[in-house]
């Protein structure tokens, strides 16, 4: 069971419970706007663990981010518990890429109404930080980003549109997921070195005036309009933005290997 209460407080919401698109849409957006997504303690030697236990420990009670499993894990347990219809999928991560890729990534299906939406508070910055209307070739707007489903295939493929381009973010089936699947996806991100997560620091959260993104020392800050990009100078200044921007904090003397 999921602590509901601190939950909502964890991500500043005081809305209503109602299995209904208000609530669903609020909640989608506050824990996508106040956890943030990140790989830290891979970097610091910590397993990545993906019960419901330990996530809410590490996310809710210890005010930490994670990446896809994570969030949407237990954005499927408080849906669930709320009372909403879920159905957990797996998607293949493109970003742009047309190579083959191991299904990696996390997300949900929510059946409200006899509609089904997509959910996602697990894809970092370049995430919809509201739910998405499965309706195929309809563009959905949210906040300053564009997005759309297109079939492919026997798949769906979703986009967004970046310097007037679309771009694949990632391809899934309707296939139902359960824990397992999750929990082996997890060990390969974590753990092989082919894994990006397993090599560098990756830490995204979107806002409705900018989505932030840090890749190592890389700091961007998108608007949706403009890019801006800087370099951080060593350490210190990075934990300060993992501090003041992502609202991560770590004890003096927490030294990350890059």
């Not at 299995?19 to 990140?38: G, P, S, W």
């Not at 089936?173 to 997560?197: C, G, M, R």
């Not at 961007?220 to 403009?226: K, L």
Request: proline fraction near 5%.
């Amino acid at each position: 069971m999921i602590d509901l209460p601190a939950y909502f407080e964890r991500i500043g919401y005081g809305g209503g419970r109602k299995t209904d698109r208000h609530c669903l849409d609020a909640l989608h957006q506050a824990h996508a706007n106040a956890i943030a997504f990140e790989n830290l303690d891979i970097l610091l030697g910590r397993p990545i663990q993906v019960d419901l236990v330990s996530i809410q420990n590490k996310l809710v009670r210890h005010r930490r981010g994670g990446y896809c499993f994570e969030h949407n894990l237990l954005m499927a347990a408080v849906l669930e518990q709320l009372g909403f219809s879920v159905r957990m999928l797996a998607a293949r991560v493109r970003l742009g890429s047309d190579q083959v890729r191991a299904r990696t990534h996390m997300l949900l299906r929510v059946d409200l109404d006899e509609q089904p939406l997509l959910v996602d508070v697990g894809f970092g910055a370049q995430g919809y930080q509201r739910p998405l209307p499965f309706a195929p070739g309809e563009i959905f707007r949210r906040f300053r980003w564009d997005y759309r489903v297109l079939p492919e295939d026997e798949a769906w493929v979703l986009q967004s549109r970046q310097d007037g381009r679309w771009i694949d973010l990632y391809v899934f089936t309707l296939e139902p997921q359960y824990w397992i699947d999750y929990k082996v996806a997890n060990h390969y991100v974590s753990t092989h070195p082919d894994s990006q997560f397993a090599r560098d620091l990756i830490v995204q959260r979107p806002t409705p005036i900018a989505r932030y993104s840090l890749h190592n020392f890389a700091f961007n800050i998108d608007r949706g309009g403009s890019v801006e990009t800087r370099t951080l100078e060593g350490q210190a200044e990075l934990f300060g933005v993992l501090a003041d921007t992502f609202d991560l904090h770590f004890p003096p003397g927490t030294r990350l290997p890059l």
